[in-house]
Every structure is written in structure tokens, then in C-alpha cells.
């Protein structure tokens, strides 16, 4: 995940989105009110749209089709509330890399916004970064489990617990204080290319 997420209000005119999207080398961007609640994303086809139409004077035929008169409406937008997509499409920070995945390939996203509980922006995740996760080598993200092992946990339980990975899926056995346990599944989560934890870990 991108932090900080590269976001907008929905006032900004149009030409100042263009230079945004140019400056930052992005497709979209997030809107977001004041409170910074994202309410919609921006992208260079919602601009397309309009330079489209002042460099061709284009408009739609009285049976044209729904999709070309709901782009048609806004060449007429001036700010990034006239031309966003709303409501955006966003991803929980707890959601796991599949469910990431799974969303920006059914929505067609290069790039999620990433919001907490209340809708708040905290983030962006690209599309190829979660493409580049879910194919990582099993034996790159075992040997990362282990060492996160090494720094968070006593020497006395490091030696209890075994790790197994199959594709991005990890796997937590053995013996270990439940207090131990709670910060290890933790400090493993939040490994990126993880997909998915299973703790399978019994206390002593």
C-alpha cells in the first residue's frame, strides 16, 4: 500500500486534475471531502471524456446508448465532482491480498483506495503491486515469516512453533504463549504478500 495515498477535493478544476495525474504519473486518483472521506476517484478516462469533446464538438444521438450519454454528461463537468466515478470502489486495510486482488480484477482498477471503518482514505494499493504479491515464491515468504520469529518472539518459543507456506498461505503450528502467539499472527499479517494466516498454535 501506497502511504500517503496522492488524493484530491472535488472542487479542483479539471486542468489542475490533469496536471495532478501528469505530475504524480497515475491513471485516477481519489477524491475526498474534508474530512477526508473518499467520495469518488478521478482517472484520465473521466478526462478523456471531456478534451474528447472540445477537440471534436462530439455529442450523442437521441437513442445513443446509455453508457456514451452518462459520458456525455460529463464533458460538461468543470470540477473533479462533476467528472469523478462515484460512489469508489475501496478496500478495508484488514482485507487480504486475494480479496484486494479479486476486487481490482472484478472492478477493473489499476489502483484501490484503501479506507478505514468510517470511509476514511489511508492509502492506495496498485494493482501490479498485488499481482507481484500473490506470485511471490512460497520459500521467499517462509523465510520472511522466520525472521520476523526471530525479532518478535523469546528464544525459548522460537524453537516451538514451525511455519509452512503454500501459495502466499501461511501456516503456524507448535506450542507457544498465548501473549507470544497474539503478537507473532500479528507481526505476520501484516507481511504484504501473506494471504492468508493460519494459526494453529496451542497454548502453554
Not at 3 to 25: C, F, G, M, N, T
Not at 121 to 131: E, I
Not at 189 to 201: H, P, R, S, T, Y
Request: negative net charge.
Amino acid at each position: 500500500m501506497n502511504v500517503p495515498a496522492v488524493s484530491l477535493r472535488d472542487d479542483l478544476p479539471y486542468r489542475d486534475i490533469a496536471r495532478l495525474l501528469a505530475r504524480e504519473q497515475v491513471g485516477a486518483v481519489p477524491v475526498v471531502d474534508a474530512d477526508d472521506h473518499v467520495i469518488g476517484v478521478v482517472s484520465e478516462s473521466d478526462l478523456l471524456a471531456k478534451v474528447a469533446f472540445e477537440a471534436s464538438g462530439h455529442r450523442p444521438g437521441r437513442v445513443g446508448r446509455l453508457c456514451e450519454r452518462r459520458m456525455h454528461s460529463k464533458t460538461r463537468g468543470e470540477t473533479a465532482a462533476d467528472l469523478m466515478t462515484s460512489p469508489a470502489i475501496t478496500v478495508l486495510p484488514v482485507a487480504t491480498v486475494a480479496e484486494a486482488a479479486w476486487l481490482a480484477t472484478l472492478s477493473r482498477l489499476k489502483r484501490l483506495p484503501v479506507t478505514d471503518g468510517v470511509g476514511r482514505l489511508v492509502g492506495v494499493v496498485r494493482r501490479n503491486a498485488l499481482f507481484q504479491a500473490l506470485i511471490r515464491d512460497d520459500a521467499g515468504i517462509r523465510a520472511e515469516v522466520e525472521a520476523r520469529i526471530e525479532a518478535c518472539c523469546p528464544p525459548e518459543d522460537r524453537t516451538t512453533v514451525e511455519v509452512a507456506v503454500q501459495d502466499g498461505i501461511v501456516e503456524l503450528t507448535g506450542r507457544m504463549p498465548p501473549a507470544t502467539t497474539a503478537r507473532l499472527v500479528a507481526e505476520v499479517e501484516a507481511i504484504a504478500d501473506v494471504v492468508e494466516v493460519k494459526n494453529l498454535l496451542t497454548a502453554v
